[in-house]
């Protein structure tokens, strides 16, 4: 595979077939939206997380100072890091993971679309994600975010 600069593609399926300069540009459009709403994605996930992270009660009536026996230790440090409202069955966590898998899907799609190697796609991608960092990045509060895809 080589990169080229053609119009004549196949994108995802072959009901996206591409043969005309005004189809490139339309789905170079359709492409470059993807990847800005795909950056758009992970910022609306990451702000639910910390606003679900807000919501939870953490347990405010344990004195750590005054904590001497190990075991007290160990479930105080038990009740930070795990405090009882949060379940893996709670809507918040269900929300996440459906938003997860659309992420994964759109992220996979988009890596797919760079495989075609067609330089115009290519820059649509890069673009989209640039202009979506761009416009929702800077509101991140994660350094490394170890949930990324394909990138």
């Known amino acids: 595979m080589t990169f ?7 994108i995802l399926f072959d009901f996206w077939k591409i043969s005309t300069i005004g189809g490139l540009i339309g789905s170079m459009i359709g492409i470059f939206i993807l990847a800005m709403l795909y950056e758009g ?3 609306f996930r990451e702000h639910l997380f910390r ?9 405010a009536n344990v004195d750590k100072n005054n904590i001497t026996d190990e075991n007290k230790q160990m479930r105080y440090m038990e009740q930070i890091i795990m405090p ?4 893996m069955l709670s809507k ?4 996440q993971t459906l938003m997860h898998m659309l992420q994964m899907i759109v992220s996979y799609l988009l890596m797919l679309i760079f495989m075609t190697y067609n330089v115009w796609l ?6 989209g994600a640039g ?8 509101r991140k509060s994660v350094v490394v975010d170890i949930t990324e895809h394909c990138h």
């Open 51 to 59: 606003q679900a992270i807000a919501s939870m009660q953490y347990c």
């Open 122 to 127: 290519c820059l649509a991608c890069v673009l």
């Open 84 to 87: 009882p409202t949060m379940s």
């Open 4 to 10: 080229h600069f053609g119009y004549d593609e196949v």
């Open 41 to 43: 994605l992970k910022y």
């Open 92 to 95: 918040d966590h269900v929300i």
């Open 131 to 138: 202009l979506g960092y761009f416009l929702f990045g800077w």
